[in-house]
């Protein structure tokens, strides 16, 4: 387990509650796609920034003031068995099409604060390094496990491909165990993290789907970016 950062009392916490300077989406991907260029997952270098520890080390907790920091986000460690009540509420009052809507867009909005995080953070950033980050954090944030099978991608050229496995989904935990195995994928804030990631990394729409689910019986939930959904599945 890694260990994290515990900061010192208030006033040598990172600095930044109020609001930092705010730019478009669009425009963080604009500008960070011509120079993210290509990367594929075999030149990827494990060892390369951001690593796990470097990511880690953004991480502080500050107890005194009561704020949990991620670099210059303020973040928050909440029960993942809160977050699956609210989404029995949200399946029970709107119904499931609008409750997927909602935390899969949710989830695109966490995901694409994350890539603004790296790239502002680590601006020089290996390609294939910086969209390998979005898997370490969506891992150290508590949410899943995330290996990468395979990617690849070409932004100039406006080529993604990438193949993930999805484990231990806090999604999928509470979704199983307030609805059971069923027969559609349930990791809906967790697909829209991936995707409002490599989004904004990429400067185009990337939409990932899961291919199977945890809550559909399997034993882990794989999926991924375009081009080759399969029928059936989210
Ligand atoms: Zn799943």
């Not at 920034?49 to 704020?67: I, K, N, Y």
């Not at 967790?190 to 945890?214: D, K």
Request: aromatic fraction near 8%.
């Amino acid at each position: 387990m890694d260990t994290l950062q515990h900061a010192p009392p208030v006033a040598t916490a990172p600095v930044t509650p109020t609001a930092p300077p705010r730019i478009s989406l669009a425009e963080v991907a604009r500008q960070t796609g011509a120079m993210l260029g290509r990367g594929n997952s075999k030149q990827f270098n494990a060892g390369c920034p951001p690593t796990m520890a470097d990511l880690t080390e953004s991480l502080f907790f500050s107890p005194g003031d009561g704020r949990i920091w991620l670099n210059d986000q303020r973040m928050l460690l909440m029960h993942s068995s809160a977050m699956g009540h609210l989404r029995r509420e949200l399946i029970d009052t709107l119904g499931i099409a609008r409750a997927r809507g909602l935390l899969t867009r949710a989830g695109y909005v966490a995901g694409a604060r994350d890539a603004q995080l790296v790239r502002e953070r680590w601006p020089q950033g290996d390609p294939a390094g910086v969209f390998m980050a979005g898997t370490r954090l969506h891992a150290l944030e508590g949410v899943v496990k995330v290996t990468p099978l395979r990617f690849d991608f070409d932004i100039d050229q406006g080529r993604y491909e990438g193949e993930f496995l999805w484990e231990h989904s806090s999604e999928d935990d509470e979704h199983i165990a307030a609805y059971g195995i069923g027969t559609k994928a349930a990791c809906w804030s967790q697909v829209g993290y991936a995707t409002g990631y490599v989004t904004s990394l990429f400067g185009q729409l990337v939409i990932f789907r899961e291919l199977e689910c945890r809550a559909m019986g399997g034993q882990a939930c794989p999926g991924g970016g375009p081009p080759r959904p399969r029928p059936g599945a989210m």
